[in-house]
Nanobody, 123 residues
Framework: QVQLVESGGGLVQAGGSLRLSCAASGRTFSNLATGWFRQAPGKEREFVAAIRWSGGSTYYAVSVKGRFTISTDNVKNTVYLQMNSLKPEDTAVYYC????????????????WGQGTQVTVSS
């Protein structure tokens, strides 16, 4: 069992930036895939970005591609989501997630989840 703790959420004006952090407990594995999902009020949880713990290829939802960057720090056992050029429609609770095996944008396939952190973007 892996525990994930998120931080970095808050209130920001449209066009601004935030960096979300997700600290994972214990040791990480080279085959661990990590991702970010978000859920806005009244909407379903949607995929945002994913990356292998070892780094390399990244995957993004069309809605955030070119604005968000996912990365990892193996020493700190932390996954980051750098969010630039934020829009009001980015407002949501953001969740960090992890799974063993290949990348996936299907939320139920992820085994471990953080508690979520609120991101609010004002216009």
């Amino acid at each position: 069992q892996v525990q994930l703790v998120e931080s970095g959420g808050g209130l920001v004006q449209a066009g601004g930036s935030l960096r979300l952090s997700c600290a994972a407990s214990g040791r990480t594995f080279s085959n661990l895939a990590t991702g970010w999902f978000r859920q806005a009020p009244g909407k379903e949880r949607e995929f945002v970005a994913a990356i292998r713990w070892s780094g390399g290829s990244t995957y993004y939802a069309v809605s955030v591609k070119g604005r968000f960057t996912i990365s990892t720090d193996n020493v700190k056992n932390t996954v980051y989501l750098q969010m630039n050029s934020l829009k009001p429609e980015d407002t949501a609770v953001y969740y960090c997630a992890a799974k063993l095996g290949l990348y996936s944008d299907y939320a139920p396939s992820y085994d471990y989840w953080g508690q979520g952190t609120q991101v609010t973007v004002s216009s």
